[in-house]
């Protein structure tokens, strides 16, 4: 049975969950807390802590959760569970998750978190170190050439810290619809950036009561962005709020890669060409289209597309060897998944997955279809996989070559020991040390990540 801090000292979530009659009822069938970690945790949290941290978008009484539950709200990405649950489940659900977080602060959560003097891994001795604290969803984050972090928060602030002057908040970001899974997202730095200040954001932007994911390029001088330019719009805009993507990554040769997700409209967007949602796209850095994009001859067809058939792709990372692009990516109840990027291919969302409906019904029976790309590697159920990294250098031998990835739903590192692309053993890393949402290699050598409730910076140091 789970336990949470709650007010002066431990009590079971069975104690608190069957104070509601609903939940009494239901001790014979199967329990809330059961249901809980079989369909909302991967979105939620396995320590709810979604419903601790988050806005209550809808309300917060006995009702309201219920209705959110039965119904569903689904521009927002919350299906419906009217025909998973009866009544009387969905009631046990909804005092489960009330009951349990009734005195729940984020500060409880947070003693649980893994921050040992020593953490032990399977392979290393490491610890972890708070670098930046005080933050709200620091949902992207890059380092500058002198070492300093540019990072996005998802309600649209863009700060900068330095070990000698601490966090300082620049202005001139862009405009964003901060709602759902929106706002400001990714950061990426020019790769010529000491010589042109060139710095890149992904965001949700707003048309009327619509959305879509949007790239700007912006020059930094001192702490203020100037010469704007937005020179990415995926089209079109739709009322969803969800699924946005989005990662961005220079590749060696300085084309700029970048996810766009399904934005909730899996049979309209991903298996088509003539849209820009579930692709990953390449441009030049000033948004042109290079020559040899694979699909820049083709009637019809958006000319910055790389691959296709992508759901939500919330991670992008060179391969430090290859020098080619891979991904991860959101399933929905199961199947998120890590590709190798090729040129033109087809990664198959949502005609082949390895997961199912929130609601546990099936969409698709097929896990593989002749043209459409296998992943390097998948999950089931899903982590809610965010942010992604090669570890390089020489401060993690053990690691180097790995992969890392951030998991959402049950606040960990997720990493993938890799022998050359091929995975052959993985490994969870920091249970419990929040939501996971960027990874990064830092110029110093050291392995960053970003959390969420409350929002930090940690880096990894090797013993």
Avoid at 140 to 169: C, H, T, V, W
Avoid at 273 to 289: A, E, Q, T, W, Y
Avoid at 355 to 369: C, R
């Amino acid at each position: 049975m789970k336990l949470f801090l709650i007010g002066s000292g431990l009590v079971t979530v069975f104690l608190l969950a069957s104070r509601h009659p609903y939940v009494q009822d239901l001790l014979g069938n199967r329990s809330a807390e059961a249901n809980y970690q079989e369909f909302c945790s991967s979105c939620h949290g396995a320590d709810l802590r979604s419903f601790v941290e988050g806005d209550w978008l809808y309300g917060k009484s006995y009702n309201d959760v219920f209705k959110a539950i039965k119904l569903g709200y689904d521009d927002d990405g919350m299906p419906a569970y009217d025909t998973t649950f009866t009544d009387q489940e969905i009631g046990a659900l909804t005092s489960y998750i009330l009951t349990t977080i009734e005195d729940v602060t984020a500060d409880d959560l947070d003693k649980n978190a893994s921050y040992d003097d020593i953490v032990e891994t399977d392979e290393m001795q490491v610890r972890l170190e708070t670098v930046v604290d005080g933050l709200g969803i620091p949902w992207g984050l890059a380092f500058l050439p002198n070492g300093d972090m540019i990072i996005n928060e998802r309600e649209g602030k863009i700060s900068r810290y330095s070990s000698a002057d601490g966090l300082q908040e620049i202005s001139g970001g862009p405009e964003v619809k901060a709602a759902g899974q929106g706002g400001l997202l990714d950061v990426e730095i020019h790769p010529d950036f000491s010589d042109n200040q060139w710095i890149y954001f992904s965001f949700s932007k707003a048309k009327g009561g619509d959305g879509t994911t949007a790239i700007m390029r912006a020059r930094l001088e001192g702490n203020h962005l100037v010469d704007q330019e937005e020179i990415f719009e995926a089209l079109p805009y739709v009322s969803t709020k969800r699924h946005y993507g989005s990662r961005m990554e220079f590749d060696r040769d300085g084309y700029l890669f970048l996810s766009v997700g399904d934005r909730g409209r899996r049979d309209d967007h991903p298996q088509f060409l003539n849209n820009f949602p579930g692709k990953i796209h390449r441009i030049h850095d000033d948004g042109s289209i290079p020559e040899d994009n694979p699909f820049v001859d083709q009637v019809d067809a958006v000319k910055s597309i790389w691959s296709w058939g992508h759901r939500n792709p919330q991670g992008l990372v060179i391969h430090p060897e290859t020098g080619r692009m891979w991904a991860n990516e959101h399933g929905p109840r199961g199947g998120d998944e890590v590709n190798e990027i090729v040129k033109g291919e087809n990664y198959g969302w949502p005609v082949i997955s390895y997961g199912i409906n929130y609601s546990g019904t099936k969409f698709t029976d097929l896990t593989h279809n002749e043209g459409m790309q296998q992943p390097k590697h998948y999950w089931v159920p899903a982590i809610g996989v965010c942010g992604m990294a090669f570890v390089t250098g020489d401060r993690y031998p053990a690691w180097k070559g790995d992969i890392l990835n951030g998991s959402l739903a049950f606040d960990y590192i997720h990493r993938l020991k890799m022998d050359e692309s091929e995975v052959v053993s993985e490994e969870k890393l920091f249970k419990n040390v929040g939501r996971l949402r960027d990874i990064k290699m830092g110029n110093d050598g050291y392995i960053y990540f970003t959390v969420e409730g409350p929002g930090r910076v940690i880096r990894i140091v090797p013993i």
